[in-house]
């Protein structure tokens, strides 16, 4: 029985991650990416501390093209700062904060479904 999900052409698939970087469809990435259904970003976040109101920028305008939005915050979940989390809205942009590990199962499950997510995944080692 074949278990592999099935993605659609040109839909990005998480395959790994660890060791300071990710395996997005067949590419190594080093360091933290945001993943779109489309395509990978690198992203200039090397921990949760480093997570800002202008952490998200290279997604502002994308907002309609999001539903969901995962933020993989590295080793352990991490809570938004109410502060953090306004601005974040203020640009349209909700965030849902996971461990990295799970942003990315998360990303696969829903590409799977055809949904509209994104994920921004600090890398972990």
Wanted: hydrophobic share 45%.
């Amino acid at each position: 029985m074949e278990i592999t999900p099935r993605v659609a052409p040109g839909r990005m698939l998480i395959e790994g991650y660890g060791e300071g970087g990710f395996q997005v469809s067949g590419e190594r990435y080093q360091g933290s990416v945001i993943v779109l259904p489309e395509a990978v970003l690198p992203w200039d976040v090397a921990d949760f501390a480093a997570f800002g109101p202008d952490s998200l920028a290279p997604l502002v305008g994308r907002q309609d093209e999001i539903d969901v939005l995962l933020l993989g915050c590295g080793p352990q979940i991490a809570l938004l700062p109410r502060a953090l989390r306004s601005s974040l809205h203020d640009q349209g942009l909700m965030p849902e904060p996971m461990d990295t590990g799970a942003a990315c199962r998360t990303f696969n499950v829903l590409i799977t479904e055809d949904r509209r997510v994104a994920a921004a995944l600090i890398a972990v080692s």
